[in-house]
């Protein structure tokens, strides 16, 4: 496979992944601040744009602005908009329709395409409507992606993507909430943004606290947004990627030493001792979602640089010289 076709369908997997994911937090924290007068506005929209990384304006902050730039501002200097992951998305899709099929295209550049409309109804009537739509859209990409691409190196690409950002928001979700009471209503905030509050629910029981909040988004082997499985997923498709699931001195790649790292760590953990330094076990978490991809680019994305023969200037050299003569 070409290393730019691999690194499209990698961000493919990352931007639609991210236009989920903040999509599914916004509509969290939009419903919060309409139905609950007792949150500060402006407080809950900045406690989000950390959460997202996205710079911090000066002006005060409510429902209104916070949608504005989060969901709808193109080219957001401050982060990655809604917008802009769509965009992203579809500008890689584009460049890599050799390797996406048809319907994985034709869904990204329909959401795409009705992007402005629904921004202009959204800023109507709310945005309700326009984060139900990219959710939905999110999900029917990745139904499709699952149904026509083949198991092959461009669908694990694919999914690494979509795995290692799931990380990377899941850790930051939990990143928001460190230093809250273990009974505070905001880990059902945390929960419902990761479409894990029922899941969690039915796995213990209805009873709700922050040490179980954090170990079922953190450990959980079966939930399919926790961080332990989508590491797993990742790793699994890295093994998958370069076809010797069983190399006898272990990982030689960094990406995939990396990824077992920071698996094995949560993996043979005591759930005893998952609170103790959550922070700095975040913030690595976080580190290696970033250092996996810089692995991954130098690997996989980064072609080797254009080089002369040097023969050729020595010769054209001696041409010259010997006109002189």
Known sequence: MLARNAESLYWIGRYVERADDTARILDVTVHQLLEDSSVDPDHAS?????????????????????????AFRRDNPGGWSIFDSIS???????????????EMWECLNTTYNTLPERVRA???????????????????????ADSTLSRDDGYRFLLLGRAIERVDMTVRLLLSRVGDSASSPAWVTVLRS???????????????????????????????????????????????????????????????RLLGRARSELEFLRPGELLDSLEQRLARLQKTCSDVGEALALEYFHAAPWVAWTDVGRYDALVIEEGEI
């Open 88 to 102: 992203a998305a579809r500008e890689n899709a584009r460049g890599a329709r050799e390797v996406t099929s048809t």
């Open 194 to 256: 990761a479409g894990a509050h029922d899941t969690y629910l039915r796995t213990y029981r209805g009873v709700l606290d922050a040490g179980r909040v954090v170990e079922f988004m953190l450990l959980d082997r079966l939930f399919p947004r926790s961080v332990f499985f989508s590491l797993k997923l990742a790793e699994h498709s890295l093994d998958e990627l370069h076809h010797r699931a069983h190399n006898r001195v272990g990982a030689t790649a960094e990406a995939q």
């Open 122 to 144: 959204a800023k109507r009537l709310g945005p309700a409507e326009f984060l139900s739509y990219i959710e939905g859209r999110a999900a029917m990409f990745a139904g499709l």
């Open 46 to 70: 900045r406690t989000l744009l950390r959460v997202l990384g996205i710079q911090q304006p000066d002006h005060e902050l409510d429902v209104w602005s916070l949608t504005d730039l989060v």
